[in-house]
Every structure is written in C-alpha cells, then in structure tokens.
C-alpha cells in the first residue's frame, strides 16, 4: 500500500496497528481501528488509548488484547517493536483483536 508506505517514510520505525473486535457484535464503541505506534510504546498503553476510546465498555471491566494472527495474548509489557517482529503480516502491519473481560478489585 502506498499510502502506508509514505507514512511509515515520515515515521520510520513506527508500528502500524490494526485493531479490530475479537466478537464482531462487541465493537465497544471504538470509533478508530489504525494506528501508527512507536515502536518503545508498550501494550499495556495500547490498551489503555483503546479504552479511553471505547463509550461502551464498563466501568468493570477491561481489555484482553491478542494477535489476530494466531490469537496469542499480548502480554501488558511488550514493546510494540516486540510484537511487530512476532505478529506482523507481509506488510508490517500488526493484527489486534480485543474482547472485554469483567475485571475485579
């Protein structure tokens, strides 16, 4: 894609992050799905931009992110670059799915 290839020329090292539901009938809300991150940013941030970007999850609950390639949780503490050289497709984009889960305490 061209477009993404003249992005990422302006951002280089920059991970593209496509983030989808886990259940399509559970968007949450999510008024975005792509993201350029860079590549120090954890996933725990990830998830906490997702949240704030979700109207419809609970105050109860919270985000499990996975790899939609092979529905691996991404752990809180990897490094997007991390996770990019694991789950990227050919063209470097990193697949996410997301699925609320009721959190306590």
């Known amino acids: ?41 954890r996933v725990g941030q990830l998830s906490y931009v997702l949240m704030t970007r979700m109207p419809d999850i609970g105050p109860n609950e919270t985000l499990v992110l996975l790899s939609a390639r ?18 990227a497709d050919e063209q470097g984009i990193v697949h996410v799915e997301y699925v609320a889960q009721a959190a306590f305490g």
Do not use: I
Request: aromatic share 4%; glycine share 4%.
């Open 70 to 87: 092979d529905r691996h949780l991404l752990s809180q503490s990897d490094r997007m670059d991390t996770v990019s050289r694991k789950y």
């Open 1 to 41: 894609d061209t477009r993404l290839a003249r992005l990422l020329s302006t951002r280089p090292g920059h991970v593209p992050v496509h983030v989808r539901p886990h259940l399509p009938n559970r968007s949450l809300g999510l008024d975005k799905q792509k993201y350029l991150l860079p590549p120090d940013q």
